[in-house]
């Protein structure tokens, strides 16, 4: 699944009819040279939990519709849909996505979905929520939500990228939510915000998986060690680290948890991302 999200400030649009199924775009941010998001208007009547993802789309030369599945980068109050999103070079989609404007239309879907959703986890004391590339769409929603917090005591996000321009987008997010004057006191007191790159020097200089593996992570940020009794996984990137965490985890008395079944963690299988780290 590609991903979506935008913290910058809303820049309205001349108003203009939308066909059935279309939003229009309200902003558009060029992050890097690969990683762009956007924001489109919310349809009336659309409802999403924080975390889910949505099929997006533009039509092809021939106007067949070309449509992907995008995590919703936007808190579930927002009065806007925004997403986070790679070029792919090439990509059916993205090739033409790049490309949009303030009052371009883009085809939004009618039915959001997705394993990201805090209702598969049962209830805990933190809540870790591990991402690489933009598997930091869905948090970046769910980071936002009030919910988030009355469930959890300490949320920690992690977002590991292979450069240092690439955490931007991230970083941009996590300041607007502290900042934010009717959630940010929540953020403030709760979220731990934990970057790692593995191709560039930073302070954080390794895969996700190494501080989580050797507690390292835990140590800096003053937390217990993980434990399947307090602590909640929410996993997207790419399918090495989804894979990776997950027999890490388990491992360790961890357990997926579905709607039906809530446990304690739980990975967004839809996504198509970035490639292992």
Not at 6 to 34: E, M
Not at 35 to 48: K, N, V
Not at 148 to 157: A, K, M, P, Q
Request: proline share 6%; aromatic share 8%.
């Amino acid at each position: 699944m590609m991903h979506s999200t935008d913290n910058t400030p809303h820049i309205a649009s001349a108003a203009t009819p939308l066909s059935d199924g279309q939003v229009q775009v309200s902003d558009v941010t060029h992050w890097t040279d690969r990683l762009f998001s956007f924001s489109t208007g919310r349809p009336a009547g659309f409802r999403f939990r924080s975390g889910e993802f949505v099929m997006l789309g533009l039509a092809d030369d021939d106007g067949k519709p070309i449509m992907r599945a995008y995590s919703i980068a936007s808190p579930n109050w927002d009065d806007r849909l925004a997403f986070y999103s790679i070029i792919v070079p090439g990509g059916p989609l993205t090739s033409r996505l790049q490309h949009i404007a303030v009052g371009d239309q883009i085809m939004l879907g009618k039915k959001p979905t997705g394993s990201l959703v805090l209702d598969r986890l049962r209830p805990g004391k933190r809540l870790y929520l591990i991402s690489t590339g933009t598997g930091i769409a869905p948090f970046a929603s769910i980071i936002r939500d009030p919910d988030t917090y009355d469930r959890f005591e300490t949320v920690i996000l992690t977002h590991s990228c292979r450069t240092v321009d690439a955490l931007g987008y991230g970083k941009a997010v996590v300041d607007a939510a502290r900042q934010h004057p009717l959630i940010g006191s929540l953020v403030r007191g709760k979220l731990h915000y934990f970057p790692t790159v593995t191709r560039d020097d930073f302070h954080h200089n390794r895969r996700i998986t190494a501080y989580l593996q050797d507690g390292s992570l835990q140590q800096e940020l003053n937390l217990p060690p993980l434990s399947s009794v307090d602590d909640r996984l929410m996993v997207c990137g790419s399918i090495g680290l989804n894979r990776d965490i997950a027999t890490m985890i388990t491992a360790a008395g961890f357990t997926e948890g579905t709607m039906n079944d809530p446990a304690t963690f739980v990975v967004e299988r839809a996504f198509v991302g970035d490639g292992a780290l």
